[in-house]
């Protein structure tokens, strides 16, 4: 038996970077539930904010939440969970990351120890979220309710050193990534290390594994590392060299989920035909 897994980022992926809409990737995403093509997604938001896009999205699989900080199994999943998910409400939860609490307290350290201009998540209201992510108050919602991941901003714009933020936060035990809007904080953890896990938890039923993997930010390199086929959608940042460490990749003419479509649909005629190996 074969498989191809699709693993995706969201914003500025599947999702518009600006209107967080999916519905130009709806030909490719519904050829993907015909052909029963598990689309996995991958993403900083919160485990609460992916459950309710992965039931608007009829999709059934795991999820990665938090930049790889956790891995969610739904009851809907096709697969029994592995026996080291823990039970949770809804299915069961691989937890891979440091816990929220101890992240606000080392961006509070660094914050303090530093003197930079660093705000989180833990400091803002829900009005404040609501502005900087574009998101209505019922999404924001969900998208506060952390677990293994804090969003910042750096407010100083004219001071960002990121090689030193990088290392600094290393110090105190933790990493530092870029998204499309924040600044992300999180354990020894990533989204390559996630698809590592779960392509392993799929080649157990599916002995010839094929993956791919979409993705448009710095955060998602560790992803598009791990897949056999990596796929940069088009996007307004500058990669520089972290991007030459992925081999094969191949980039999107189209932003967003246009971008996403068409990639996807040819994945799949290249599987449907036989010619991934």
Not at 197 to 220: H, M
Request: contains cysteine; aromatic residues 8%.
């Amino acid at each position: 038996m074969n498989m191809l897994v699709v693993f995706t980022d969201l914003d500025g992926t599947l999702l518009d970077h600006e209107t967080y809409a999916w519905q130009d990737a709806e030909e490719a995403l519904d050829r993907c539930r015909r052909l029963q093509v598990p689309v996995v997604l991958v993403s900083s938001k919160t485990r609460a904010e992916m459950e309710a896009l992965r039931i608007e999205l009829g999709l059934f699989w795991p999820l990665v939440s938090e930049n790889g900080g956790g891995i969610f199994f739904p009851e809907a999943c096709p697969m029994a969970p592995p026996t080291e998910a823990n039970p949770c409400e809804g299915g069961h939860v691989m937890p891979l990351g440091l816990p929220y609490e101890r992240l606000v307290r080392i961006l509070r350290s660094l914050r303090e120890e530093t003197g930079w201009a660093l705000r989180g998540f833990s400091d803002m209201g829900l009005e404040e979220i609501c502005r900087r992510t574009g998101l209505p108050p019922e999404k924001a919602r969900l998208a506060s309710r952390r677990e293994y991941d804090e969003p910042f901003v750096w407010e100083d714009g004219n001071r960002i050193d990121v090689p030193e933020l990088v290392q600094e936060a290393e110090k105190r035990g933790a990493r530092v990534t870029r998204g499309g809007r924040f600044f992300h904080l999180f354990g020894s953890c990533d989204k390559g290390e996630a698809v590592l896990r779960l392509a392993t938890w799929f080649q157990k039923e599916y002995p010839v594994l094929w993956t791919a993997g979409l993705g448009d930010s710095l955060n998602d390199v560790p992803m598009l590392r791990h897949v056999d086929r990596p796929i940069l959608v088009r996007s307004a940042q500058s990669f520089g060299d972290r991007i030459k460490a992925v081999p094969g990749l191949r980039v999107t003419e189209e932003r967003g989920p246009a971008g996403w479509n068409r990639a996807v649909l040819n994945l799949l005629e290249e599987y449907s035909n036989g010619g991934m190996s």
